[in-house]
RNA sequence: CGGAGAGUAGCGCAGUCCGGUAGCGUACUACGUUCGGGACGUAGGGGUCGCGGGUUCGAAUCCCGCCUCUCCGACCA
């Protein structure tokens, strides 16, 4: 892509309200726009690192067994008046009115959808077990949004639910799925711990969630640095002995064992081996996948700007021109169609910009591999190359310089 | 929902105390010079001063009500 075509740019003054480093960055550097406390558009650029995330998080949902699906947004109040928690959760789920007065709510989490749907299809222990998840945006009337797009009014999630005959089962899947987060945060460039926390309202059962540490998080977690394993600080009473590092932290992955109260609440039931009437068992997964991005940016950056990690990175290559001359200009372009022919990601700053600018929005904007052509450069036959994590710069010969590129 | 701060040009701000018809930086447009780490000159465009009411000859400024945003706390499937 080259930056001239982008509707969007970078501004110089960053947005004075924005206290966090993905606030001000994402904001700065045109990633995001906020429109409402807690609720934001996702930009060209912003988008394109969601989309990695969403990529790495289908890979690894599918690889133990997902299957995607997407639900609607818009939850009919029958559903959870089923459950109860149109009283218990009242105060954080929006309300809206359609013809006749008829209530629905903006769907929070799906428990309340997913039940119902999967007791169309399962009938058998034969029918067991199943996952399904969706990528969708959920809306939560939190009392406070804050910390840019890490506690949003609407934002984007993961959510899988898992359907099994017994507890082991659970207990099997439970597991699959912990590693499945650890290869989601990992692949994202990010080092999660996996911390015993409550159930909440929702379940008395186990619960862990994946913690990432950042002073813009809002847990407090205890942490064993080498399990990569610990608490968090509402069940921590219990663990005090243990030598575990306090921390502050950012819930980015939570998993929870459901256990039979939806299948209950809307007869899930189905029929085991001896032809008994037996309860589903029910499990849920949750990612945050627009506040991991936000979670990326607090934890990869500089006082100049984001340092993405190659796997989210918005564009592989941030190619940038100096001077506007034609014979730079064409060895860009012919620089550029290679590639991409090659199937490089490319961001080229094209515009008609001095240096200082396009440097500054190279740091601010983060791609990891930058590629500096001018016609000093070109006397040589060779570009500069430098990479967003390190200072050093060294010169390529512009034959060679696919080699050198990191993703 | 409690506490604190803030809403004036796209963004960052001054002006408000002490009422007199709105300004600076940046960004934007044009021309010229310059241009490898946010250049300079000249000329220009851009505003329901968050909203509503009140006081006054006159309100960004004073008074009343409301809305919104940010931070701290409470809350947090």
Same mark, same amino acid.
């Given at each position: ?176 799925? @912990?590693?499945? /987060?650890? =290869?989601?945060?990992? #692949?994202?460039?990010? +080092? ?5 926390? &409550? $159930? ?19 847990? @407090?977690?205890? /942490?064993? =640095?080498?399990?990569? #394993?610990?608490?968090? +600080? ?5 663990? &005090? $002995? ?40 029910? $499990? ?124």
């Amino acid at each position: 892509m080259r930056y001239s075509h982008y509707f969007t740019h970078t501004f110089k003054n960053p947005p004075a309200e924005a206290d966090t480093a993905n606030a001000k960055y994402l904001i700065q550097g045109g990633f995001v726009s906020q429109l409402s406390a807690g609720i934001y558009t996702f930009l060209p650029l912003g988008l394109r690192v969601m989309h990695k995330v969403m990529k790495i998080i289908r890979e690894e949902m599918n690889a133990i067994g997902g299957q995607e699906i997407i639900m609607p947004a818009l939850h009919p109040s029958e559903n959870w008046n089923t459950t109860g928690r149109d009283v218990t959760c009242a105060d954080i789920l929006y309300r809206t009115e359609g013809h006749g007065g008829k209530v629905f709510y903006l769907g929070q989490t799906h428990e309340e959808i997913v039940t119902p749907l999967v007791k169309q299809f399962v009938n058998s222990y034969k029918d067991l077990p199943l996952a399904a998840y969706q990528i969708q945006n959920k809306f939560r009337n939190e009392p406070r949004a804050k910390s840019g797009i890490l506690r949003g009014r609407e934002f984007c999630m993961k959510d899988m639910y898992s359907f099994h005959a017994d507890e082991a089962d659970l207990d099997r899947f439970y597991q699959l799925v @912990i590693e499945a /987060y650890l =290869k989601v945060f990992e #692949r994202c460039g990010l +080092e999660a711990y996996v911390v015993k926390a &409550s $159930g909440g309202s929702f379940s008395d059962k186990e619960s862990d969630e994946f913690q990432v540490l950042t002073d813009a998080g809002e847990d @407090i977690i205890y /942490y064993d =640095k080498k399990t990569k #394993r610990g608490y968090n +600080e509402e069940v921590s009473n219990e663990h &005090s $002995g243990e030598n575990l590092i306090k921390g502050k932290a950012v819930e980015a992955g939570n998993i929870f064992k459901l256990g039979t109260k939806f299948s209950e609440d809307f007869g899930l039931y189905y029929m085991d081996e001896h032809g008994n009437k037996k309860p589903v068992i029910m $499990g849920c997964h949750g990612i945050g996948i627009s506040r991991l991005v936000g979670t990326i940016v607090e934890a990869n950056h500089d006082e100049k700007g984001i340092i993405w990690p190659a796997n989210v990175a918005p564009y592989h290559v941030h190619l940038l021109t100096l001077g506007n001359s034609e014979d730079v200009m064409q060895a860009a372009d012919k620089l550029y169609q290679k590639l991409l022919h090659n199937n490089v990601e490319v961001l080229w700053d094209d515009r008609d910009e001095r240096a200082g600018a396009k440097f500054n929005d190279a740091d601010l904007i983060g791609i990891p591999n930058r590629i500096v052509l001018s016609e000093r450069t070109l006397n040589q036959n060779q570009v500069e190359f430098k990479l967003r994590s390190s200072d050093q710069v060294k010169m390529i010969d512009l034959d060679k310089i696919i080699e050198e590129l990191i993703f």
